[in-house]
């Protein structure tokens, strides 16, 4: 391979000098991924094209003198052979070709870097930041070679064939049907306050893309793997942890117009398999061997506060050299990630970032949940400026959603989910869900918000003959 990247540079170079177009090459090709001499050479060229706005051209014998009187002599003959082997050549290459080779030469230079930076790491036993220097040398970087798309091109149209496509539901109608799931190449985000059913939304968001026949990693922050694979059990089985005997569920009654709350019934379930039941095990493990046959799920767990954003980049290429590569990212949840604590707003902007153009490279979609403050909970009410830490992560995702519930709800096994941010048409459309976490259900039954659900939970007292 060196010597394919050998006369790749020289080639790359001579466009430096003398190409009709060398912004383009220095886009693709910047001078840092050359090797020695040859990245001399591509510097001198650029910092001309700064000077000039163009390639050296009939100049560039004096541009190579340059590089030769501020390097070191002994360099100086090196630079006289390459000089005189450029100026032979010049004339017989395709540049077309010399592009195409570009980006082929540009990952194996990347890579080549990073293995090298990660040996040095590992000899000094760093290896974390050998870790490091490996998943960013693997790392997608932007894609300069795709032009990208010409507005007359049928391309332009694909938005048709996948605007009401919901790849990813979450078993609410309402935000299934309008497509306010999660989506490739942006960023989901779930906030609610402590205790309040984030993990269960990710998790009932998990269960759902598997049974649409979806790859799914689940990276835990905060729970253990056995505890997130416990309730992911329960969510698909509504088992309960242990025996009981007095399950309900609740029922709505929707106006068929506008599919808005009106009533609920509440209706006995009766007992449920419990974990703790004889036949539980052989129930899961029949599952388990069905399962194989459907796209991967897996749970990962972190250390609370240790993951970075280039140690999730390097856990998705070991899993995608491993044949897994996911079509759905949860993390539960990203303010857990490592952040720095003396410029926490700025580092969990970057986390959020981070994520979004993970999911932008890898084409895939990320779902995520954030803690809200206190006010939040004092009022059974979540909203974007309840966001613990920083309200900038609303600017960032794509689709924001809030999840509420007064004691009075708790009671009753209801929550609201309201679309806090994300499409005109959508913002502030509210949900009432029915849940039974006890069988891992996050949602059993929805309905969209109506003043007579409002009144349902907010019941006034009665008036006096005076309207007091």
């Known amino acids: ?219 835990t922050l905060e729970m253990s793997e056995k505890v997130i694979c416990g309730r992911l059990f329960q969510s698909f089985f509504a088992l309960t942890k242990r025996q009981q005997e007095d399950l309900k569920r609740v029922k709505f009654t929707i106006e068929p117009e506008t599919g808005r709350w009106t009533s609920l019934e509440v209706i006995p379930m009766g007992r449920h398999t419990s974990f703790a039941d004889e036949n539980a095990r052989k129930l899961l493990t029949d599952f388990q061997k069905r399962l194989t046959r459907r796209p991967k799920l897996v749970v990962k767990q972190f250390p ?15 899993l995608e050299a491993r044949g897994i590569g996911p079509d759905l990212l949860i993390v539960d949840y990203a303010d857990l990630m490592c952040v720095d604590v003396d410029n926490l707003r700025v580092s969990t902007q970057a986390i959020y970032r981070g994520l979004r153009g993970l999911a932008v490279r890898r084409n895939i979609a990320v779902a995520t949940a954030s803690q809200t403050n206190r006010g939040s909970a004092h009022i059974g009410k979540t909203d974007v400026h309840h966001l613990a830490e920083d309200i900038g992560k609303a600017a960032i995702v794509d689709v924001l959603y809030t999840l509420s519930r007064t004691d009075f709800e708790k009671d009753r096994g209801l929550m609201r989910m309201m679309v806090a941010a994300g499409r005109e048409d959508a913002d502030r459309l509210t949900v009432v869900l029915s849940q039974n976490l006890a069988i891992g259900q996050f949602v059993m039954d929805s309905a969209l918000m109506s003043s007579a659900y409002d009144s349902y939970i907010n019941p006034k007292e009665d008036e006096d003959e005076e309207g007091n």
């Open 1 to 219: 391979m060196n010597e394919l990247t050998n006369i790749v540079q020289e080639r790359l170079i001579a466009l430096y000098l003398w190409g009709e177009n060398p912004r383009l090459v220095r886009a693709l090709t910047p001078p840092a991924v050359f090797d020695p001499y040859w990245k001399d050479l591509a510097q001198a060229a650029v910092d001309y094209l700064d000077a000039h706005g163009t390639s050296p051209g009939e100049h560039a014998s004096a541009v190579v003198e340059t590089v030769i009187a501020r390097n070191d002599p002994k360099k100086g003959p090196t630079f006289v052979r390459l000089w005189e082997s450029l100026r032979e050549k010049k004339a017989d290459f395709d540049p077309a070709y010399v592009l195409e080779k570009a980006r082929k030469f540009a990952r194996f230079q990347r890579m080549n870097s990073g293995i090298t930076a990660a040996l040095g790491h590992m000899e000094a036993g760093r290896v974390d930041e050998a870790e490091a220097a490996l998943t960013t040398s693997l790392r997608v970087e932007a894609d300069l070679f795709d032009p990208g798309t010409v507005f007359t091109d049928k391309r332009a149209m694909a938005f048709l064939d996948d605007e009401d496509e919901c790849e990813f539901p979450q078993g609410i109608p309402v935000f299934d049907d309008r497509n306010l799931s999660p989506r490739r190449g942006t960023l989901w985000l779930v906030a609610a306050f402590a205790k309040l059913g984030k993990s269960w939304c990710l998790l009932n968001l998990a269960k759902r893309s598997i049974l649409a026949k979806k790859t799914v990693v689940y990276v």
């Open 304 to 318: 609370t506060g240790d993951l970075t954003l280039k140690q999730l980049e390097g856990y998705l290429d070991l």
